[in-house]
Each structure stands twice: as structure tokens, then as C-alpha cells.
């Protein structure tokens, strides 16, 4: 006959052990019913059908926003600057603003255009505007353009900074703070790739910048126009598309770009 203290010890250790076990399983199960319902409810069946990958690509590709940096020819090296908004299903822009650096007194309204801060502009730091200049709104002067489209959260994002970047009103240097300067600030916060130096002329710069991200040319968007607008008093319709810009920017769109 075995010791009966042995047994006794070998029948604690299982019960201890049973005990441990059948704990285990109630913390491991759910707790409760809607526990169960809700395990049961996220675990696919074994024959559902994977999600169609057409589905997922069309949602993700779709981006009704854009940023496109131009340059310009004017009379010296030319101008850089940004113009931004959103297209509709078309392609066709139904809102845009233009953001650029430029010395005070060339802006788009001027009637003479002073060149003095510009070419003070050369030698120290001068007061400047970053809203469009005279010319960015005549599609006949563009010599390069990079547009990218971009989801509402990017563009949110890029306009965010473009209102900081108006709002600290930098001084104007041709060689220190300029027009490609402050577009690479903003490609930069796109995530684009950039040039190594912007001491690029403007053009230069947005035919680099379109070749480094892999872009291929582009031909210019079309402003949309509402249905009234779209007949004349005639009753024919318009041959130029008419911007969302104030009424001063879109009369001269209206007069001198060729989309």
C-alpha cells in the first residue's frame, strides 16, 4: 500500500491544476454574449470573396484637387508661382487662387507696374506681394508647368501653409528669397521631390522639378463655366472659359488666356 500522504499531495497538485485550467478558459473566452456576436461578426465566412481591388484603386485615385507650379517669360528672367484649387468630374477648374513672390508694386491690378523694388531687389531685401502678379493670368506668357493632383488632405495641408507663407509677408531678394524659393517651400511640403539648388531661372526650375517626380508635359486646365454663362445675348455660345478669380482677375482671363 502506497503512503497516503503521496496520494494526498498528488491529488492536490491536479486539482490545483484543473482549477488552473478551467480559470484559463473563462478568461480566454468572451465574456459575454455580445462578446461572442461581435468575434462572430468580424471573422469573414470561409468563402467570402477577397475585396475587389478595381473598388479600392478607384477611391484611392480619385483627387479632385491640384497644384500646379508655372513659369512665365516677362521682360528679364521670368516668374514662378503656384496656382491651386479644385476641378470637377470634367477636369475643368471651379475654384483656384495664384500664390507667387513677387516685389511690392508688380501686382496683377497695377496700372504702371513699378520696377523699382525689383531692381533694388537685386542688392537688398524689398517689401513683396504673393498674390498674383501682372501676367500669371495670361496662359500666352506660361513657359513650363508642373501640375499634381492631389486628395483632400494634402491639398488641405498645402493651402494651410500657402496662407502661413502669405500671411509672414517675406522680403523679396533676387538671390536669397524669390519666386523659386518660395515654390520649392511648397513642393517640399507636397512631399515632391526638388532640385539640389533653387538659384534656378523659373523655368528651369519647373521643367526639373516635373522631370525629377516623373511627370510628362502637360497642356493647361479649362475654368468651367456655369450655363448661363456658357450663351452669349446672341444665343451662341462662348469660345473662352471665364475663371472663379476676382472679377478683375477673371475680366482679364476672359480677354487674354488661351485655354
Not at 492536490?12 to 461581435?38: E, H, N, W
Not at 528679364?76 to 476641378?87: A, K, L, N, T
Not at 468630374?89 to 511690392?104: M, Q, V
Amino acid at each position: 500500500m502506497g503512503d497516503p500522504y503521496k496520494a494526498r499531495g498528488s491529488i492536490r497538485i491536479l486539482i490545483g491544476v484543473g482549477l488552473a485550467a478551467i480559470l484559463f478558459g473563462q478568461l480566454g473566452a468572451p465574456t459575454s454574449a455580445q462578446d461572442a456576436k461581435s468575434e462572430a461578426t468580424i471573422t469573414p465566412p470561409a468563402n467570402a470573396a477577397p475585396p475587389s481591388a478595381n473598388s479600392k484603386r478607384s477611391l484611392n485615385s480619385y483627387k479632385p484637387y491640384f497644384v500646379e507650379f508655372r513659369a512665365r517669360s516677362a521682360a528679364s528672367y521670368g516668374h514662378m508661382y503656384v496656382i491651386y484649387g479644385q476641378v470637377n468630374g470634367r477636369g475643368e477648374i471651379i475654384k483656384s487662387d495664384i500664390a507667387g513672390l513677387h516685389p511690392a508694386g508688380d501686382a496683377n491690378n497695377c496700372a504702371n507696374c513699378s520696377v523699382v523694388p525689383w531692381t533694388l531687389g537685386h542688392v537688398f531685401f524689398v517689401p513683396s506681394e504673393t498674390g498674383a502678379s501682372d501676367g500669371d493670368l495670361e496662359e500666352k506668357y506660361v513657359s513650363a508647368r508642373y501640375r499634381v493632383m492631389v486628395d483632400a488632405a494634402t491639398f488641405k495641408r498645402v493651402s494651410a501653409y500657402i496662407r502661413k507663407l502669405k500671411a509672414e509677408k517675406p522680403m523679396w531678394n533676387a538671390l536669397w528669397r524669390n519666386c523659386v524659393s518660395f515654390g520649392n517651400e511648397i513642393a517640399e511640403t507636397i512631399g515632391l521631390k526638388t532640385p539640389i539648388f533653387f538659384w534656378l531661372e523659373p523655368q528651369d526650375y519647373v521643367e526639373d522639378l516635373r522631370q525629377l517626380n516623373g511627370g510628362k508635359p502637360q497642356g493647361p486646365l479649362k475654368f468651367a463655366v456655369s450655363n448661363s454663362e456658357s450663351m452669349s445675348a446672341s444665343g451662341k455660345a462662348r469660345k473662352g472659359p471665364v475663371s472663379n478669380l476676382p472679377s478683375s482677375h477673371a475680366a482679364e482671363a476672359t480677354s487674354n488666356a488661351a485655354h
